[in-house]
Nanobody, 126 residues
Framework: QVQLVESGGGLVQAGGSLRLSCAASGRTFNMYAMGWFRQAPGKERIFVATISSTGGSTLYADSVKGRFTISRDNAKNTVYLQMNSLKAEDTAVYYC???????????????????WGQGTQVTVSS
């Protein structure tokens, strides 16, 4: 059973930055693409960013492109989300997720991920 544990959320003023981390258990972390998703109050969970198993490729939602950066350290079984120039509309619970398919391509589709963390709250005050 894979466990994903997010950390790094908190309260920040608009224009500020936060760095989220997601630590994964298991020895096959480097074989799976990873993703970040978020869910705002009363809204559906949506895609934020994804990174390939090697870290060589990334994909972002248009709403965060140029402000957020996803990265990973396979030696530490950890994926990160650096969030800069935060806006009030970025307020949400952020989840990391592991792609279901081993060596699968990056995808923004949530149903293609089968392991999820418990989420970390990010609140941006305006």
């Amino acid at each position: 059973q894979v466990q994903l544990v997010e950390s790094g959320g908190g309260l920040v003023q608009a224009g500020g930055s936060l760095r989220l981390s997601c630590a994964a258990s298991g020895r096959t972390f480097n074989m799976y693409a990873m993703g970040w998703f978020r869910q705002a109050p009363g809204k559906e969970r949506i895609f934020v960013a994804t990174i390939s198993s090697t870290g060589g490729s990334t994909l972002y939602a248009d709403s965060v492109k140029g402000r957020f950066t996803i990265s990973r350290d396979n030696a530490k079984n950890t994926v990160y989300l650096q969030m800069n120039s935060l806006k009030a509309e970025d307020t949400a619970v952020y989840y990391c997720a592991r792609r279901a398919q081993i060596m699968g391509a990056m995808t923004p589709i949530g149903s293609e991920y089968n392991y999820w963390g418990q989420g970390t709250q990010v609140t941006v005050s305006s």
